[in-house]
């Protein structure tokens, strides 16, 4: 009797939790190349799961570190013409794109972040170092506590979250001019993504720590043909590759809805079975060892 008891319980708090989510979630991210790609995965992911729907939007400079973005916060409080970032958007919410709260504020396919804060009720506002800079604890400060306060002060209602980025494959030649490894970067980079969520009360979306799990669980034999993150034939040694990218947004899928992503059965035709189950299991670990 308490066995069924425990499962009936069990079981309204799952659809008690499913119907928390039903509401579409604004999401705007504030970032850099690795945030715009949450773009070719992440809706086709939320999309496929029951009640996971998604209203996201990314501003995007690339390699803009948390400097950067606070010297263009400053600037467009002087120059409200000032629009230096890309906004790209995928509102499930809304038949055309071009209906969208964003679509007011966006100048020739360009604005800046003060204006994107008020264009919409955002749910959650992301941020992140970029990735030359996530090793370095002191470059988050005081720029990153600064673009905290202004999204604070002007989207209240947002839960700011912190994408951790991830370390570089081997072949990046900028470890070695930085004397790092791969595992020493993600070690370091955690470690600096954890103490700048801790200072202001963040939560983590933890991609990079998924990222070593899957690295972890499928090495590969020459440290990139099959990693997550570049080319073996290609220069780019550091960006999430297409199957990366799947891997990412599922990260993001269970941090933003709080499901448990091993149930995602979408997959993109390019990814082998085997492969997109142990994504989304290096995912669900990364979220549940910080939940």
Known sequence: MRNITRLVVATLVAGTACLAHAKTVKVLTIGNSFSICLLKQ???????MPDCKLD??????GGCSLE????NVVAAETNKTFRPYGVNWSYASVEKKSDAPVAKVVVNGKANIPEMLTADKWDVVTVQQASHFSWVPESYHPFGDNLVATIRK???????MVQQTWAYTPYDKRLKKWG????????????????????????????GDAVQNFRKAMPSPDGITGDPCGSPTGKDKFHLNEQGNYLQACVWL?????????TLTYRPAFLPEDRAAQMRASAKAALDAIR
């Open 56 to 61: 996201l939007c990314s501003l995007y400079i």
């Open 42 to 48: 992440l809706p086709q992911c939320a999309a496929s």
């Open 154 to 160: 002007l989207a209240p209602q947002a839960k700011i």
């Open 180 to 207: 790092i490894d791969p595992p020493t970067m993600h070690a370091k980079l955690k470690a600096a993504y954890a103490d700048f969520a801790k200072k202001h009360g963040l939560e983590i979306i933890p991609t």
């Open 254 to 262: 269970g941090a933003l809805f709080g499901c448990d992503v091993t």
């Open 68 to 71: 950067r973005h606070w010297n």
